[in-house]
């Protein structure tokens, strides 16, 4: 009986000890799993939103942010929820840099987060020159753009996720540098043999983030052979949608319709909001449905879709009235909504305003897409955040974080417009 009895306990501790180094084990698993997120974990994670980012601050885009002032910004955007951020080029310090402030600042603060989806800029031959461009051909640069991004995702693997090829550079409105798929492919088939020789992390994902039209989206004349290898070739489509630039160019969704013509304004500008989300929920399905017409089901996410405030041209006062701090709050907030229900990341352009995209026209739309301004005052959308306390002790520019118009809702509202009848918007294009 005694010796029943030691057996027994012998069992026991010996059960117990078993648990106790599996419950360590599964904990380091945990651990390790929670170091070594890869995009899959990431991409379509509402824990992880996702943000496209500039850090530029003047309009010489020679002056390049610090990295105290990116660290600045990763402070800010991992405040509101940010884990994932979108570069686009690698021919100045800027990506390298950022890479740098990451690593800073997780080796200061272990439990910072932040994931990169590094752009390599993508050029057709004599692109950006007075020499005739040749879509057909490439640039010498792009084997260098493609070299650094492979340089840092292996200098980098905890933090560089994703690798996009280019950067609209297949869409043919974009006319100074647009490229053929081939190149895209070209690229894209290389960077995936470096995966699978073991020279890039095997985690890594690799696309290219280009407009929905571009992605068999829109016109049947991308509908081309090498179109149909790259969307077997990436590991997820990155597809861009704006309605509002489509405000001016394909207005009819932006139309008060006459059902609505006795509706407050306030009603007005909120359905035409409505029907904004609409427009890019048709355009991710477009593109959802030529993949699958393919035979191919893979993920498709939002590389970029935003909305800007300042607008003294086509989406101005002048133009579709589409421009201003309360529409892009209701923009930024309905397309959160959506993308996250739906597990689709969504990289928002863009965190805060830069002045160099449109230097010479200081009211540019090209300049106000941010959710910041370039002095740190907080936009419409992000003031429910303020009240919260979320940015409390974070600057930029050495500036605390603020409201736009001092928080006064009413003075804001004073710049919002109704969205035009048709004849209205007519009249300006």
Not at 56 to 61: E, G, I, L, P, S
Not at 179 to 188: D, E, G, R, T
Not at 297 to 313: D, L, Q
């Amino acid at each position: 009986m005694k010796k029943c009895i030691k057996t027994t306990i012998y069992f026991l501790v010996i059960m117990l000890t078993l648990s106790c180094n599996n419950s360590a084990k599964n904990k380091n698993k945990l651990n390790t799993k929670e170091l070594s997120l890869n995009a899959k974990d990431i991409l379509g994670n509402p824990k992880y939103l996702a943000m496209s980012y500039g850090g530029y601050r003047y309009k010489d885009h020679d002056i390049e942010p610090t990295i105290d002032e990116l660290k600045e910004d990763m402070k800010l955007l991992s405040a509101m929820g940010v884990g994932i951020i979108r570069t686009y080029k690698l021919h100045l310090p800027h990506a390298s840099n950022l890479l740098k402030a990451i690593k800073e600042l997780s080796n200061e603060q272990p439990a910072f987060e932040m994931y990169v989806m590094l752009g390599a800029w993508i050029d057709c031959k004599n692109a950006w020159t007075d020499i005739p461009v040749l879509h057909d051909q490439e640039s010498e640069r792009n084997a260098v753009e493609i070299e650094m991004a492979v340089s840092l995702a292996n200098t980098y693997p905890d933090i560089v996720k994703i690798i996009a090829v280019g950067n609209e550079a297949m869409v043919k409105w974009a006319t100074s540098y647009y490229v053929q798929p081939n190149v895209i492919l070209k690229w894209v088939t290389h960077l995936q043999d470096l995966k699978q020789d073991g020279k890039l992390p095997k985690d890594l994902w690799i696309t290219s983030s280009d407009d929905f039209a571009s992605w068999g989206g829109g016109e049947d004349q991308y509908h081309v052979e090498d179109l149909e290898k790259l969307i077997k070739a990436v590991d997820y489509i990155s597809m861009h949608s704006y309605p509002y630039h489509n405000t001016h160019y394909n207005p009819e969704f932006w139309v008060i319709p006459e059902a609505e013509d006795s509706h407050t304004n306030i009603d007005k500008i909120d359905e035409a909001m409505d029907r904004a989300i609409a427009f890019s929920k048709r355009q991710y399905d477009s593109v959802n449905n030529y993949m699958k017409s393919l035979g191919v089901n893979k993920p498709i996410h939002i590389g970029e879709t935003g909305w800007a405030t300042v607008s003294k041209g086509f989406y101005g006062p002048n133009g579709s009235k589409a421009t201003d701090e309360y529409k892009q709050s209701l923009y930024y907030k309905l397309m959160r909504e959506w993308t996250n229900k739906e597990e689709i990341s969504c990289f928002y352009f863009e965190a805060f305003n830069e002045r160099w995209k449109d230097a010479h026209h200081p009211n540019g739309s090209e300049n106000h897409f941010g959710l910041f301004t370039i002095d740190g005052k907080a936009k419409y959308g992000l003031w429910n955040l303020v009240d919260k306390g979320v940015f409390e002790g974070l600057t930029r520019n050495g500036n605390p974080i603020t409201k736009t118009y001092d928080g006064n809702k009413k003075a804001l509202m004073e710049d919002v417009l109704v969205p035009p009848a048709l004849n209205e918007i007519m009249a300006h294009q």
